[in-house]
């Protein structure tokens, strides 16, 4: 029986990989996907997914270039228009949508809705689904200028292109040989799902304590996230606490502004940095946190991604129109040009973000906090560095 050949296969049907795959299938490519598993439909009456991202408004124009941007605002996402962040309560800094004429800077939309509906949207637009399926090996075949690709059931098949979109630990990478450099922060991070009291409003905030930040983002009705930094070995005391105790210790260590919230569900992760040496070898292309993993201070990870999968479009396409070999590494390696550069700028300015306010040295404190109020005060700096977060 002839292997099945796949211009792209695409280890991760995620958040990053799956909108790849509508992307490239919109273009006429053929495309497959190796998925462990499908995500769970969607339900209305569902309590909120802990797991949140904010998408930036660029990350909204290629959710609707892909066609599934407005099935997301037909189910469940909040559109937050204002950001503080803040040390000291005289050195807060705010970023509007109106400093830059915007109806919003982005949307809170869950993970578990974002994944959701990109699966519905491959599986109209006829990508192939591997799923369950792990891919289990992989082999250049030089000669043609093909990966051969054999999944954990034995169903064998080649492609052109195998793209990692498999996460920070991605097979994609390590099967490829491509190393990584980084280091693990001195913090944890632990997501909560809470109930409040009032409307969460469309102000995401972010404290700065000697122990981590503590950030508010809202969401739909009365539901919010919140997220606590802190030490590996707090973070593991907060996950043995029960939904109670935990509502008393966000009372004692959250602004007040919080207000009263109760919480619905949590889960906890460490900090890393990853970035990989390169992002493409022949016929290989890492995407997303394949490529690079960030500290989510400013929740940036899945904006990062999406700017990965609208480059690497971007690249395959104009290279297949000018009939070029877009498979090859030389055309790979524009697609690593154009992505290289942003994502260590943005990874690099999120650390010292960090290492600044995780430091309580005193004359380290009043620097910091003048900064933040020169922030708030820098008008054309401001715009600017609001544009670059956006994507703008």
């Not at 099945?4 to 280890?11: A, S």
């Not at 969607?42 to 797991?51: A, C, K, M």
């Not at 009291?197 to 304590?209: I, K, R, Y």
């Not at 600044?356 to 560095?385: C, D, T, Y």
């Amino acid at each position: 029986m002839q292997t099945e050949h796949f211009d792209v296969v695409i280890n991760g049907g995620g958040m990053v990989g799956a909108a790849l795959a509508c992307g490239l299938r919109q273009q006429n490519f053929r495309v497959a996907v190796i998925e462990r598993r499908e995500p769970e439909p969607y339900v209305s009456s569902s309590l909120p997914d802990v797991r949140i991202s904010a998408i930036s408004r660029t990350s909204v124009a290629l959710l609707e270039e892909i066609g599934v941007w407005s099935e997301i605002l037909a189910r469940r996402c909040a559109p937050y228009r204002q950001l503080e962040t803040w040390e000291w309560q005289s050195a807060k800094t705010e970023f509007s949508a109106a400093l830059l004429n915007l109806p919003e800077l982005g949307f809170m939309v869950e993970n578990q809705v974002l994944q959701r509906v990109l699966w519905e949207r491959m599986q109209a637009l006829s990508v192939t689904l591997f799923s369950p399926a792990t891919l289990d090996t992989m082999t250049y075949l030089p000669e043609q200028e093909k990966w051969a690709v054999v999944l954990d059931q034995g169903t064998a098949i080649t492609c052109s292109l195998l793209v990692g979109a498999d996460g920070a630990h991605s097979q994609v990478r390590q099967g490829a040989g491509i190393g990584i450099q980084g280091w693990d922060y001195q913090q944890s991070c632990m997501l909560i799902s809470v109930e409040c009291e009032d409307e969460p409003g469309d102000t995401t905030w972010q404290q700065f304590t000697p122990h981590g930040p503590r950030a508010f983002l809202p969401l739909y009705d009365r539901y919010a996230s919140l997220v606590w930094y802190d030490s590996a070995a707090r973070i593991e005391q907060l996950k043995k606490l029960t939904p109670t105790q935990l509502d008393e210790a966000i009372v004692q260590h959250f602004p007040a502004r919080v207000g009263k919230v109760k919480t619905l569900r949590s889960g906890a992760f460490p900090l890393t940095r990853r970035h990989a040496t390169a992002y493409v070898k022949p016929g290989i292309a890492l995407v997303g946190d394949a490529a690079h993993t960030i500290n989510p201070l400013a929740g940036q990870g899945v904006n990062l991604g999406y700017r990965d999968v609208d480059a690497l479009i971007d690249v395959l396409v104009n290279a297949r129109r000018t009939t070029l070999p877009w498979w090859r590494l030389e055309t790979l390696k524009r697609y690593q040009r154009k992505r290289h550069a942003d994502n260590l700028i943005m990874q690099t300015g999120m650390d010292v973000f960090y290492f600044a306010f995780s430091n309580q040295h005193a004359p380290l404190e009043i620097l910091r906090n003048v900064g933040l109020m020169a922030a708030q005060r820098g008008g054309w700096l401001k715009r600017k560095a609001l544009s670059y977060a956006l994507g703008l």
